[in-house]
C-alpha cells in the first residue's frame, strides 16, 4: 500500500519518480546510517568550541567561523577515513560483532522487513506490534520518574532513613556517595545507560566487578585522606583548590597561558577520591589494552595489515576474499570502496588540521598534531577489537591530554585541541566503523555507504557550528549558573577543568602532586601480561574475564557511580543470561527489540515533558519528588569526611607547590 504521492518529474522524455516504490528495509538502514553520522556527529567538537568561546571558560574570540570549520572538517573527516581503512580488523571477521547496533539493526527489522508468522517460546507477536506496545507503555510510563515521581529516578532511599547522615549518603547516595544501594532505580533512562540489553552478559559482569571493587578502592583513599582526598566530595568530577572551592582558572592564566606567579600565590588543583582513581584507571588502561590485545590477536592483525597493503598494491582486489563467511561472500557481489579513497580522506584532514592550528593563534606546533594522530594509528585497532567484541569503549582523551599537556605545558587551548584531535578521530572511527558494520549485516552496497556517510558528514558539520554559535548568540550566560535556559554544561566544565589540570598545569605539575600515577602505566602492562600468562594456565576458569573490562570498571566513577549500574546488572542476568540460556528463540526475536522500544519510549516521552511542563515550569510539589534531593547525599549539610585544617587550607605548603 502507497500511501505518499507518486510525485515526480520528466527530463528528456525520461520520468523520474520521488516515490517510485515502497520504503524498503535496506532503504531504511541506508537512511539510519545517515543518520546516526549526524548523532555521533561533531558533538565533542562543537564542545571545545563552546569552551574555547564562551566568557565563563577562556573567552577566545579569534575562533571564528573559519577556525571552526576546519577543525570541524578535520576531526569529522579524520574519522570516517580511518574507519574505512580498518574494515579488515573490525568489521569482516566473524568476531567482530559490534553488540551495540543490534538494538538498531533490531528496531528497523520490526519496522521495515517481511516477518513469518510463527509460535516462539508460546509467543507469536510480531515484532511491529511488540515493538509499539513497550514504546506506548514506556512512553506513559516515563512521566512518573521523570515527572510526577522523581524519587522513583534517583532512588536513594537507604538515605531517607537518616538524611544528614554524612557517612550513610557517602556509601549508599546516589547524588554525593558510591551507589551502594540493592534497588537505586526505576527509571530506564538510567537503567539503560549501561546498555544491558545490548552489551553481552559476560563484558557487562566483568565491568561491574571492576566498579565493585573500585568501589572499595575509593572508599578506602577517601577514609585514609590519601593525597588530601578527604578533604573533597568523596565523588565529585570537579577540580578544587586548597581551601575546597572550584578551581578558579583565571586566577593562575596571562594571556591565556601559566602565569608562574600567580600560580604559586594561589593553588594546585586537586582531585577527588573518585576522581583520582578514574585517572589512574585510565592511565593504566592504554597499555593494558595494546599489550592484552595484541598478545591474543597478532596473528589476525598481522594478516590484515598483509591484506590491506596487497589491496593497495592490486586496486582490483577485493577486500572480502579472505573471508569465507557466507555474509562476506554475499557482499562479493558489491563493488568494495578501494582503501586509497580512505587514505585521500585521511590526507585531506591531515592539512586541514595543520591549516587550522598555523594561521590561528593556538600556540601548537605541527609536530604535537602528528604524534596525536600517529597515537591514533597505533591504539584505533586493539581500541575498535575490544569495542567490537564486548561493546566497552576506550576512548583516547585522557591519553591525548597527558601527551599534549607534555609537549605544550600552560597551554590550555593546545591541549583542548590536541584532546579533540585525540578523542574525536577515535570516537568517531568507532561511530563510523559500527555504521560499516551494520551496512554489512544489512548488505548495503559499500559504495553507496560511503556517499551517504561523507554527504551527512558534511552536512552535520555545516549544522553543528551553525547550531553552536545560534547558542553562544542568543543564550544569555550560558553554562553560568544564572543561566534562565537551564544550560548547565557539565560536560563542557569537565573539558574545561581537564585542560587546566594537563593543559594549564600540566602532566609534570600533576604528577608532581600526584606521584602515584605515571606508575599506573607500568601496572597496567603488567597486569596484561599477568592475566595473559593466567589465562594460558587456566584457560576454562578465566575464560570470561577480560582484565580491561574490569579495569574499564574503575574508569565509571566521578560523578557516576554504583547506583547507576546496579539496576541495570539485574536486567542483564535475566535477558541476557537467564532468557538467553533458556529460551534462546524468544531472546532472539524480542531483548534487542526490547531495548530500542523502551529507549524510544523514554526519548519521545523526555522531549514532550521538556516542552509542556519542564520549559516553563509546571512543577508537582510534594513529598515524592522531594524527598529524594532533601539530605546530604543532594548537597545539604556536610559534604567532605574532613573540616578544612586550622590555617584554613590543605595540601602543599605555599612555597612548594609543584
Sequence with gaps: ?????????????????????????????????????????????????????LPMFYNQNWANYGYQFLLAFSTQLFGFGFAGVLRRWVIYPTKAIWPSVLPTIALNRALLAPEKKRMINGWSMSRYRFFFIVFVAMFIYFWIPDYLFNALSTFNWLTWIAPKNYVLAVITGSS??????????????????????????????????????????????????????GYIPINTNLIVDNRGASYNVTKVLTNNLLDTKKYQ?????????????????????????????????????????????????????????????????????????????????????????????????????????????????????????????????????VLGEVLAGYMFPGNGTANMILKTFGYNIDGQAESFVGDLKMAHYSKIPPR???????????????????VANWQIGNTPNMCAANNVDKFTCPGLKTIYSASVMWGVLAPNRLFGLYPILPYCFLIGAVIAVLFWLAQKKFPKLLANCNPVLIVGGFCNWAPYNLSYHTSGFYVAIFFMYYVKRRYLAWWEKYVYLLSASMTAGV??????????????????????????????????????????????????PYGQFP
Design 176 to 229: 554525593l556517595g558510591l551507589g551502594l544501594n540493592p534497588i537505586s532505580t526505576f527509571d530506564w533512562n538510567v537503567i539503560g545507560s549501561s546498555a544491558p540489553l545490548a552489551t553481552p552478559f559476560y563484558a557487562t559482569l566483568n565491568i561491574d566487578v571492576g566498579m565493585l571493587i573500585s568501589f572499595f578502592v575509593i572508599l578506602g583513599v577517601n577514609w585514609a585522606n590519601f593525597y588530601w582526598s
Design 265 to 397: 600565590s594561589y593553588s594546585p588543583p586537586y582531585w577527588s577520591a573518585g576522581n583520582l582513581v578514574v585517572y589512574g584507571a585510565y592511565l593504566a588502561n592504554y597499555p593494558l589494552a595494546i599489550v592484552y590485545v595484541l598478545m591474543n590477536e597478532w596473528k589476525p592483525i598481522l594478516g590484515s595489515f598483509r591484506d590491506f597493503w596487497q589491496g593497495i598494491r592490486h586496486r582490483s582486489k577485493n577486500a572480502y576474499e579472505q573471508f569465507t563467511d557466507p555474509l562476506s561472500q554475499m557482499m562479493l557481489k558489491y563493488k568494495e570502496v578501494p582503501d586509497w579513497w580512505f587514505l585521500i580522506i585521511v590526507l585531506i584532514s591531515f592539512v586541514l588540521g595543520i591549516v587550522g592550528i598555523q594561521i590561528y593563534p593556538t600556540y601548537l606546533a605541527w609536530w604535537g598534531f602528528v604524534v596525536i594522530i600517529l597515537l591514533n594509528a597505533v591504539f584505533l585497532i586493539p581500541i575498535c577489537l575490544i569495542r567490537a567484541t564486548t561493546g566497552f569503549n576506550l576512548g583516547l582523551n
Design 448 to 466: 553507496a555507504v560511503f556517499r551517504g556517510q561523507l554527504i551527512a558528514t558534511i552536512i552535520q558539520v555545516i549544522v553543528s557550528i551553525g
Design 1 to 53: 500500500m502507497q500511501l505518499l504521492p507518486n510525485w515526480g518529474f520528466t527530463f528528456r522524455g525520461q520520468r523520474y519518480s520521488l516515490n517510485p516504490c515502497p520504503w524498503s528495509y535496506k532503504e531504511q538502514m541506508f537512511v539510519t546510517i545517515m543518520v546516526n553520522v549526524t548523532v555521533g556527529g561533531s558533538y565533542f567538537t562543537k564542545y571545545i568550541i563552546l569552551t574555547q568561546k
Design 603 to 652: 526519548a519521545f516521552s523526555a522531549v514532550i515533558i521538556f516542552f509542556a511542563v519542564q520549559y516553563y515550569p509546571k512543577p508537582v510539589n510534594w513529598w515524592g519528588n522531594t524527598v529524594a534531593y532533601a539530605g546530604t547525599d543532594h548537597g545539604h549539610g556536610r559534604q567532605t569526611l574532613l573540616p578544612l585544617p586550622e590555617q584554613g587550607y590543605f595540601g602543599v
